[in-house]
């Protein structure tokens, strides 16, 4: 029992990447739907298939200042290769609530907005979003630092995320789209370091510091709600 408990957290928490988000907060009901993919390289001496992770987004503003989130969808480890569902087939199902609030004046034609993810209690990231309304679109940039759930188990859920004193950090650049759909598209790149055993000596493992850089593109389209 104590190990599915803990196995659950471990699903939940594994899957801290931040979806895509705007930094401007317009109050009311919003359903959106959104992707991610994010490039992967050879770790552990085995080949990484690319990630994809699908999603719902219910939020609700409350005015310009505070908005809440409930991403739900799959998180696709190896891809479209992945098979079946849950642990080990690296097919997992996520839940990424979000809370986001806005640092600028409402009137401000700047937006600059601090946003977290989290599982429960637990925190997943962290990040600034910042964004220009420029009329029709609005060029955006974000920094993002991404908890780590600690070095991969017998059963890692996303291994990308379970490293041994493991630090990642996120970049993006985008913009949304003002019109039918509000669409936002990032492209960024997420650093991802940490300790990697590469062999073994006669006072035991031989650890080196590891550091990759992906490439990862996001969209987010409103489906229902403010525009």
């Not at 991969?152 to 004193?165: C, F, K």
């Not at 949304?176 to 759909?181: C, E, N, V």
Request: hydrophobic fraction near 40%.
């Amino acid at each position: 029992m104590r190990r599915s408990a803990f196995a659950l957290i471990t699903l939940f928490c594994a899957a801290c990447f931040p979806i895509a988000q705007t930094a401007r907060i317009d109050p009311g009901l919003r359903l959106d739907g959104g992707v991610t993919v994010i490039g992967d390289q050879t770790r552990h001496s085995t080949r990484q298939g690319t990630d994809f992770i699908t999603y719902a987004v219910p939020s609700y503003g409350f005015g310009h200042r505070f908005e809440i989130g409930a991403p739900v969808g799959f998180y696709a480890e190896e891809g479209l290769s992945g098979s079946g569902w849950f642990g080990s087939d690296k097919n997992s199902f996520v839940v990424l609530p979000y809370l986001k609030l806005a640092m600028l004046d409402s009137h401000s034609p700047s937006h600059l907005a601090l946003v977290t993810q989290a599982w429960l209690f637990v925190p997943a990231n962290v990040g600034l979003r910042f964004s220009r309304d420029l009329g029709r679109w609005e060029p955006e940039a974000s920094f993002t630092y991404i908890f780590a759930a600690g070095p991969a188990g017998d059963d890692p859920y996303i291994t990308r995320y379970q490293e041994r004193n493991q630090m990642m950090l996120s970049w993006s650049v985008g913009a949304t789209i003002k019109g039918a759909r509000r669409t936002t598209i990032e492209v960024g790149v997420l650093r991802n370091g940490y300790d990697e055993v590469t062999g073994f000596g006669q006072t035991g493992e031989i650890i080196s510091r590891r550091t990759l850089y992906d490439v990862f593109v996001g969209m987010r389209v409103s489906v229902l709600g403010r525009r």
